[in-house]
């Protein structure tokens, strides 16, 4: 079965420092991975996605993540967090078994940056 | 991008009515539509795959007379919450997916009292 693990429940950051999200993953074949961002009370928004190509995918508001084959990992990164980057992160991979594509998400992974 | 517009975006309802929520997809078409429940600060859980023209797919555990969802048109899923109670009170989102992509409502909180 397809899943994805976020093992922290928080992520703490200073203003400017950079910062990690981690995901692991669990995949049959080629995964189909994706990075998305909450806000409180609203949908979720599209940061970045990995399906073929390039390891390191860059992706919006400066983020970027990391797709590695070895370890089956695909943590999120940013070189310098800003306060509005303070939310709810969640990592997802495609479920190319089951109908329609459906998206299988992570626990999700509160981060907050303080100034 | 790609949007998808979700409607209402908060709803306070009695116990024992129903609520329609509906998501729209507003610049492509959809044929295949996804509907999330979430709790506080918590994981998105499926509920349902909805596709146009036909019965949706529920996932284990989701009653399909409770919460019934119906799929008329390429832009248009819509969830209906049937005899409300308050333990479905809850944050419902929709997803509709676009090639590679899936683009998110705005989602609806629901309060049932």
């Known amino acids: 079965a397809q899943s994805v693990a976020q093992p922290e429940d928080q992520v703490n950051v200073a203003e400017g420092n950079p910062l990690t999200v981690k995901c692991t993953y669990s995949?049959?074949?080629?995964?189909?991975l994706f990075w998305y961002v909450q806000y409180p009370n609203r949908g979720l928004q599209f940061l970045l996605k990995y399906i073929t190509g390039d390891n390191l995918v860059k992706g919006s508001y400066g983020f970027e993540a990391e797709f590695n084959k070895s370890q089956t990992s695909f943590h999120l990164k940013k070189p310098s967090a800003l306060v509005s980057d303070s939310a709810l992160y969640f990592c997802?991979?495609?479920?190319?078994?089951?109908?329609?594509?459906?998206?299988?998400f992570g626990q999700g992974t509160e981060l907050s940056v303080k100034p | 991008g790609a949007v998808v517009s979700q409607h209402p975006s908060r709803v306070i309802c009695k116990s024992g009515t129903s609520v329609k929520i509906e998501c729209r997809s507003l610049?492509?078409?959809?044929?295949?539509m996804f509907w999330y429940r979430q709790f506080p600060k918590q994981s998105l859980m499926l509920m349902a795959t909805s596709n146009e023209g036909s019965k949706a797919t529920y996932e284990q555990g989701v009653e399909k007379d409770k919460f019934l969802i119906n799929h008329a048109s390429l832009t248009l899923s819509t969830l209906t919450v049937t005899s409300a109670h308050p333990e479905d009170s809850s944050f419902y989102i929709c997803?509709?997916?676009?090639?590679?992509?899936?683009?998110f409502g705005q989602g609806t909180r629901l309060t049932v009292v």
């Open positions: 997803s509709a997916r676009r090639a590679d992509e899936a683009f």
């Open positions: 995949v049959s074949g080629n995964p189909y």
């Open positions: 610049d492509f078409q959809a044929t295949t």
């Open positions: 997802a991979v495609r479920d190319m078994m089951g109908q329609g594509g459906k998206l299988i």
